[in-house]
């Protein structure tokens, strides 16, 4: 495929999400070509592009133009420090591992809503993931629009949460899978942060909820009213009427605005079927709040 013309956008959800077409993103774009991705992704949050086949060396190639990669931590690491990968299988021998392992165990967090590296004092701006390898069923990854959920949130509630700022950690949705699975080693990397609950798009000024899976508990705030404010979010946002699920097809590569949706991993059978995905993350540009 060669970029012959206008990028073509179609809409996947009525409130977010597109998938686009005419533009082969697996060689080198230029600024002009790259553009209207970019304006399409902080429009649409999320991005589906389909038949797009990666490598690493192609895939780091096309996230730099979202800009700096972030270093990131995985349960089954690749080599290199840029991906983090999604995968049931051995990086050294590739077969699959079985599903009582701990590197099996720790990527069930991800089966809960999160925004990736809201653990970190500079939160990503986005994730790219590729389809290398995909199981014939399930495997999905959902998301869940924050703007939507920011949107719908009665007045009142609006004006308690807009000041507010929450602590998150990497603990804090580990323990959701198994108290006390996160490393001592990942415990002292990953200290507490501070975010704000709510991210304004410094383009278009579109306002939405920034909570998720690794965001503990409300600054200031007890513990049980603020353990009932954020269920209560959750629920309020994560509607289904906000929600749509990505069933990937290898080749396909799906860009997601972490500081505007959530997303979480369904399940599938890892022992009948390999899966092989790759992510890089783009650092963001400051912190919420000052830390
Ligand atoms: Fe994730």
Redesign the pocket.
Known sequence: MRNTGPIAIRRLHPLFGAEVTGIDITRPLSAREFGPLRAAFEEHSVLVLRDQPMDDEKQIAFSENFGPLEPTLSANPAVGTVFARQSNLDINTGETIPSDDMRMIYQKA?YFW?S?SSFKPVPSLC?ILTARLCPPEGGDTEFCSMRAAWNALPAALQATVEPLVAEHALVYSRNRVQPGILSAKALSDYPPVRQRMVRDNPLNGRRALYIGAHCGHIVGWPRGTSDALLEELTLRGTRPEFTFAHKWREGDVVIWDNRAVL?RATAYDTVKHKRLMQRTTVAGDAPTVPQ
């Open positions: 991800n999160h990736d994730s997303h």
